[in-house]
């Protein structure tokens, strides 16, 4: 729910308010943690658990608090979200299926390659572990730079081409991906300069912050190639285009940043002996670089194509 009304207020132009009470929900969560790991003023104790119950709690936080702005502030209500309810709507579900379902298999392909690739590590040991879940937590973190860019733009995008300005779709295009890219510059300079600084945040083991520096390389590399692939993703959702980048997605993530990452990872067949974590990251750098490439070229071949199919319907007419 929380999620559906966050796309709601978006594709309005309105994401103060889901800014302000997700910055809400974070001011709750820290002392709801700290309350009932500690079982103070009457809470029961529950230790490590007490981060699920109050993210639980936090979560229903988040959808009531957001559908309460949605309903009582004035530039939502000449929408009538709640004035009635109607019957199913079938035909309209199926079309949400049949862009949605892409969507959600392209992110479960994403999260599910850093997910497997903890799991074959594993039997490299606990500095191996430790280092690689260090640096994609951290990696986590900078996502969220490009993953909100390619949310605005899929709006961007979407709300040009519904008004019939395809130019304006391919502008908006290219700017988003221009700004990501410049962002993206940036964020790789600071974890390539402060990697050693960030690996001692995460801990105090001199093994674990020096594996975890270099693998802070291979991240600060695929942080200009993530964010092309992230924002084109954008983008193309917009042009309500999500069946090929998913393809894309499977290929080069599972393909290529498992299948290699394995290979190169855990076996010598490409190498004298294995690479072990290093091999998988390296393999992450080249399934995001074929990712991005294939990504840009498959949204600028589409936004040029539809635009000149425009401007010669406008000829004809």
């Keep these: 729910m929380h999620r559906a009304l966050h796309a709601y207020a978006s594709s309005l132009n309105r994401p103060k308010p889901i800014m302000v009470v997700s910055l809400i929900a974070l001011a709750l969560n820290i002392p709801l943690n700290y309350l009932l790991i500690h079982g103070l003023f009457g809470l029961p104790r529950l230790g490590g658990a007490s981060c699920g119950w109050a993210t639980g709690v936090v979560f229903w936080f988040n959808c009531l608090a957001l559908f309460a702005y949605l309903c009582w502030h004035r530039h939502f209500r000449d929408y009538r979200l709640t004035e009635r309810f109607s019957p199913p709507h079938w035909q309209r579900y199926l079309t949400f299926l049949q862009l949605g379902l892409p969507i ?166 490409l190498t004298h002996q294995a690479m072990g974590i290093v091999g998988f990251w390296f393999a992450l750098d080249i399934s995001l670089t074929v990712a991005a490439l294939l990504l840009v070229s498959y949204l600028a071949f589409e936004s040029r194509r539809r635009l000149h199919r425009q401007l010669d319907q406008g000829q004809a007419t």
């Design 104 to 269: 959600g298999l392209s992110f479960f392909v994403e999260v599910s390659l850093f997910t497997f690739i903890a799991l074959l590590v594993a039997q490299l040991g606990t500095v191996v572990v430790a280092s690689h879940q260090a640096v994609l937590n951290f990696s986590s973190i900078l996502y969220m730079l490009p993953q909100s860019l390619s949310t605005a733009l899929s709006i961007r995008v979407g709300q040009n081409l519904g008004a019939g300005n395809y130019r304006g779709a391919r502008f908006v295009s290219g700017v988003g991906l221009l700004t990501g890219v410049c962002l993206a510059a940036v964020v790789m300079l600071v974890v390539l300069f402060g990697r050693h600084t960030i690996m001692q945040m995460y801990s105090p083991d001199p093994r674990v912050a020096t594996l975890g520096a270099t693998l802070l390389l291979f991240a600060a590399i695929y942080q200009l190639t993530d964010a092309a692939q992230s924002i084109a993703s954008g983008a193309l959702r917009g042009y309500k285009l999500t069946t090929v980048p998913m393809l894309i997605h499977i290929t080069s993530f599972w393909g290529l940043g498992l299948g290699l990452g394995i290979t190169l990872g855990l076996t010598n067949w």
